[in-house]
C-alpha cells in the first residue's frame, strides 16, 4: 500500500474541461452594505446568490414582507415581479413605496384570488406564479407567505379536522416547479419566499413549508427587530440562517432599517452600518450623528434629524455614508 501511495503522490494538478451549458452562481448587490456582506460568498463575494431561492421568516411584525419586496426589486434586469400573496396583506399603496424604495420602477403583478368569478385555489395561484418565470423579464417571484398556504382538503374540510402533512406537500411541489423553470432559464432569476417563524419543543427556530421547501434556498434570513427609534421607525437584525455557496457562520449577521408605511430604507441603514463599523458615531449627549474624516470627526445633523429627512425622502443628505462605504 506505502508503494502504491507513493506512486500516485503527489496528485497531478489540472483543471476539467465542461461541456454543456453550465451557469455561473451570480450575485448581485442588495445595496444594503452589512447585508451583502453577510451573504458574501467564497472568495468574499458581496451580494445575495441568484438563479435559487432567499427564504425571509420571523414573528409578525418584524419588516418580513417589506424585505422581501425590497430584495425582489433589486434583481438584475427584471422588467416583472411577480406576487403571490396568499395572506391578502399587500395594499396597493404601500407595495408600491417598499418596492419603489429598491428603485424598481417596472411591473408588478399580483396573482388574483379569483377567475370567471370563483375563488381560486392556493394550488391554482402558486402554479401561476411559478409558471410565470417562464416569462423572459419576470425574474423575480414572491410568495407571502408560506405559512398561509391552504391545501383544498383543510378548505374544503370542517376545521375540527387535521391536514398533518398537506401544506408541505403543495409547497415541496410549487419549489420543485419553480427550481425546475428557475434552472432551465438562461436568465438570472430568484424566488423570494416570506416566512413564519415557529419553535419546535427543543426551543429550534422552525419555519412551515417542510424539508423539501427548503431544498432549493440558496439563504434563509431570519429576522427580528432590535431597535425602535422615533416615528415608528426601527432596526431590525437579520442573521444568515443558511448560505448553501459560502457556508454557515454565526457571525453573518446584517441590519436594515424600515420606515413605517414606506419600506426599507437604505440611506438610514448605509449611516447605521457606518456606525457599526466605526466610520460614524451618534455622540453621546447630543445625538448628533459624526462622520469620520481622517482622524477628525465631521458633525453632520442629529440623529433624530436625520430619520426625519429619510422619511421625508431627503436622500442627497446620506451620500457620504455611501460613499464611505463604498471606499472599505
Partial sequence: MADEYKAIWPIPTGHP?????????????????????????????PGIPLRGGIDVFGRCE?????????IAGRVPNTKKIVLVDLEGGAREE?????????????????VPFEASGKIRTHEDMLKEG?????????????????????????????IEEAFMGRRAQVLAKFMRRSMAWINS?????????????LMNMQGFKISPGGDTMKFGIHARLWIHRTESLQDGVFEAEIEVDKLRFGGKDKERKARVVFLPGIGVSPELTAMFDCMA???????????????????????IARTSAMIRRALDGQKDDFAPFFERLASL
Fill in 17 to 45: 474541461s465542461f461541456e454543456g451549458d453550465i451557469p455561473k452562481l451570480r450575485r448581485f448587490l442588495s445595496g444594503l452594505y452589512s447585508l451583502d456582506k453577510a451573504l458574501a460568498g467564497p472568495r468574499d463575494t
Fill in 62 to 70: 418584524t419588516g418580513k414582507s417589506t424585505l422581501g419586496y425590497y
Fill in 94 to 110: 404601500y407595495l408600491r413605496t417598499a418596492v419603489a424604495q429598491s428603485g424598481y420602477s417596472g411591473l408588478v403583478y399580483r
Fill in 130 to 158: 411559478a409558471d410565470a418565470l417562464l416569462e423572459e423579464g419576470t425574474n423575480a417571484l414572491i410568495l407571502d407567505s408560506a405559512a398561509m398556504t391552504q391545501p383544498v382538503p383543510e378548505r374544503e374540510g370542517d
Fill in 185 to 197: 432559464s438562461t436568465e438570472d432569476k430568484i424566488l423570494v419566499v416570506i416566512n413564519h417563524m
Fill in 277 to 299: 463599523l466605526g466610520e460614524a458615531r451618534r455622540q453621546q449627549g447630543t445625538g448628533m450623528v459624526q462622520i469620520k474624516e481622517g482622524e477628525e470627526w465631521k458633525s
